[in-house]
T-cell receptor
Framework: DQQVKQNSPSLSVQEGRISILNCDYTNSMFDYFLWYKKYPAEGPTFLISISSIKDKNEDGRFTVFLNKSAKHLSLHIVPSQPGDSAVYFCAASTSGGSNYKLTFGKGTLLTVNP | DAGITQSPRHKVTETGTPVTLRCHQTENHRYMYWYRQDPGHGLRLIHYSYGVKDTDKGEVSDGYSVSRSKTEDFLLTLESATSSQTSVYFC????????????FGEGSRLTVL
């Protein structure tokens, strides 16, 4: 049973516009959420994270929103740039445990068109 | 900056042969992980380690074993490779121990014919 879901396999946006990537989770024990970005033939790289005690975290063009009651988070990229074209993975963890494992979604391929 | 080296980066092998992938880190991080990435499945945890000789299974551990005899090395072994194990394998280390933020290697692409 998939605990972290990214229901949109792909998203296409125009340069300069907003990109919104969505993620849902089912495990109420998750209390830390992360977004990773992956280019072809490279390893995933950490982008931004949010703790469950917050509902928003911002880092430059990237903002993550968390709605705990809906078990939903989203990543906003404003403005989108062609270099943002990549696969984005949502991930979640239970920070209070002794083994720090991440559970990933299946990813969303973002294409930013010039 | 955390340093992870995966080897080999590319390997083609035949069904039934043993395969070992190596992950080497340079900064003595305690937690190390092996993930596989497949189309339609995202990243799935195979095994992880929380110290020398301390390992545990992830969600897709069948057909895989691991060993960690030194802090810096985490080995993933396929005792008898199958075509379903054709994948890209990523090693990762945990940089922020209490959150699970991971730093990934560049990946090892394995093809089992």
């Amino acid at each position: 049973d998939q605990q972290v879901k990214q229901n949109s396999p792909s998203l296409s946006v125009q340069e300069g516009r907003i990109s919104i990537l969505n993620c849902d989770y089912t495990n109420s024990m998750f209390d830390y959420f992360l977004w990773y970005k992956k280019y072809p033939a490279e390893g995933p790289t950490f982008l931004i994270s949010i703790s469950s005690i917050k509902d928003k975290n911002e880092d430059g063009r990237f903002t993550v929103f968390l709605n705990k009651s809906a078990k939903h988070l989203s990543l906003h990229i404003v403005p989108s740039q062609p270099g943002d074209s990549a696969v984005y993975f949502c991930a979640a963890s239970t920070s209070g445990g002794s083994n720090y494992k991440l559970t990933f979604g299946k990813g969303t391929l973002l294409t930013v068109n010039p | 900056d955390a340093g992870i080296t995966q080897s080999p980066r590319h390997k083609v092998t035949e069904t039934g042969t043993p395969v070992t992938l190596r992950c080497h880190q340079t900064e003595n991080h305690r937690y190390m992980y092996w993930y596989r990435q497949d189309p339609g499945h995202g990243l799935r945890l195979i095994h992880y380690s929380y110290g020398v000789k301390d390992t545990d299974k992830g969600e897709v551990s069948d057909g895989y074993s691991v060993s960690r005899s030194k802090t810096e090395d985490f080995l993933l072994t396929l005792e008898s490779a199958t075509s379903s194990q054709t994948s890209v394998y990523f090693c990762a280390i945990s940089l922020q121990g209490n959150t699970g933020e991971l730093f990934f290697g560049e990946g090892s692409r394995l093809t089992v014919l």
